[in-house]
């Protein structure tokens, strides 16, 4: 079915609106999605017998929709239910000179709304393409896709990112103008970056089967 594009900001709602920090949230949309094309694990927050469940787990997007994959047995992920779904990245601490104007640099995103259980063959099986994509690009065409008996234990509940919003923190401590600065104290931001590393093959792995181009590149490139 073909989609119109998401307009380029996000609408400001009632559940979406920056009352606190408002100079660090964004309406841009290209900024929610470059938050979450940085990762592939999320928090799905759900209410279940009355009671708040956080549940990390995979997802994989396309321009309209989150699609976030589970187990049949996951009460959490019944669909047909609000939820609401965070993605975020740590890029720093930001050390100061008073604990009082300790803080983070960060890359945030929320997404609120009603997730959908995904029953149809075709959406579901592209669903699980997009998430297995995003993770490591180019691993659906390389391994075996799912049989009808796995697609039939495979929960998948799609979320619409109409309705998100967006919080950046970046740059130094702000007291490096008050009256703190003449403590002499250092003060700054320590950079968090997270790599990947050497791929470690599988022990039952057969002698001479090589890691695969996908995989062997990444190795050592910056993760978020």
């Known amino acids: ?49 009355g009671r708040p469940v956080v549940v990390p787990t995979v997802y994989g997007r396309d321009a309209h929709v989150l699609y976030l994959h589970g187990s049949v047995a996951s009460r959490s992920l019944a669909g047909d239910t609000p939820v609401c779904v965070t993605v975020t990245h740590v890029d720093g601490l930001v050390l100061a000179r008073s604990v009082f104007e300790h803080g983070v640099n960060y890359r945030s995103a929320m997404i609120h709304g009603t997730a959908r259980k995904v029953t149809g063959p075709d959406e579901k099986l592209e669903g699980l393409r997009r998430l297995t994509e995003h993770a490591t690009p180019g691993q659906w065409s390389y391994a075996r896709r799912p049989s009808r008996k796995e697609l039939a234990a495979t929960t998948l509940l799609a979320l619409s990112l109409e309705e998100a919003s967006v919080k950046i923190r970046t740059g130094a401590p702000e007291d490096g103008e008050g009256p703190d600065a003449a403590l002499g104290l250092w ?38």
């Open 1 to 49: 079915m073909h989609q119109e594009p998401l307009p380029g900001r996000l609408p400001v709602t009632d559940r979406t609106r920056h009352r606190r920090l408002r100079e660090q949230g964004s309406l841009e949309r290209p900024e929610l999605e470059a938050i979450l094309d940085a990762s592939f694990v999320c928090h799905l927050g759900v209410v279940v017998d």
């Open 187 to 224: 003060a700054g931001v320590l950079p968090l970056t997270a790599l990947w590393g050497t791929p470690e093959p599988d022990p039952a792995l057969a002698p001479g089967i090589p890691v695969p181009d996908h995989i062997a590149r990444r190795a050592g490139t910056r993760h978020g």
